[in-house]
């Protein structure tokens, strides 16, 4: 029965994609790198940049077989994520978060993913450098724009608050970002 569900799941995307008639809408600013940050470890990252910035330097990285940094910066990106989507108010665009990682890990090899995952579950075992770096790096300077422009909100004109919550607790918001991802105490 599921693959039933699969394939004609599969159908109805492969029709859509090639359909004419469909057009894709993207606002100013979405999933936008405004400070697209090189392969580089985490402690070397800016609070100024944003998940998007994150992961296209993350990509360098896999691209350049160096799975250890690609690691430190899928964890710092998912952090920044993390918080905020619990600080941007459009539900709808908090997907932008899983866009950006699935752009970012699309086109790998099994053995690429394999090694990433090595990679990651090695800091998830030993993760002080990952936490005493996002710790120093300190909350984020930037503002979620990539994020927010990625929503509905984008379409409707429906931002209040420049599409942060209101009342917004930041520091627990991040403690709980980095609890979340890293597991930092």
Same mark, same amino acid.
């Given at each position: ?6 394939i004609?799941?599969? *159908? ?6 090639s359909?004419?008639? $469909?057009?894709?809408? !993207? #606002?100013?600013? /979405? ?36 799975y ?29 978060l899983?866009?950006?990682? *699935? ?7 099994e053995?690429? $993913?394999?090694?990433l !995952? #090595?990679e990651? /579950? ?38 209040s ?10 520091k ?14």
């Amino acid at each position: 029965m599921n693959k039933i569900l699969i394939i004609l799941a599969s *159908m109805v995307v492969a029709s859509c994609a090639s359909n004419p008639n $469909i057009t894709n809408y !993207q #606002s100013k600013g /979405n999933l936008e790198s405004p400070k697209p940050a090189s392969c580089t470890v985490i402690n070397q990252l800016l609070s100024s940049q944003n998940p998007a910035d994150i992961f296209v330097g993350m990509k360098k990285c896999l691209n350049d077989e160096n799975y250890s940094t690609a690691a430190e910066m899928y964890y710092a990106a998912m952090t920044y994520g993390i918080y905020d989507t619990k600080r941007v108010s459009d539900k709808t665009a908090h997907q932008g978060l899983i866009v950006l990682r *699935m752009n970012t890990l699309n086109g790998l090899s099994e053995q690429q $993913i394999f090694l990433l !995952q #090595s990679e990651v /579950n090695a800091i998830r075992q030993n993760n002080a450098k990952v936490c005493d770096a996002l710790t120093a790096r300190g909350l984020p300077s930037y503002h979620p724009t990539y994020m927010i422009q990625h929503g509905m909100g984008a379409f409707t004109g429906s931002h209040s608050n420049q599409g942060i919550v209101d009342g917004f607790d930041r520091k627990s918001a991040w403690a709980e970002a980095i609890e979340k991802t890293v597991k930092c105490k």
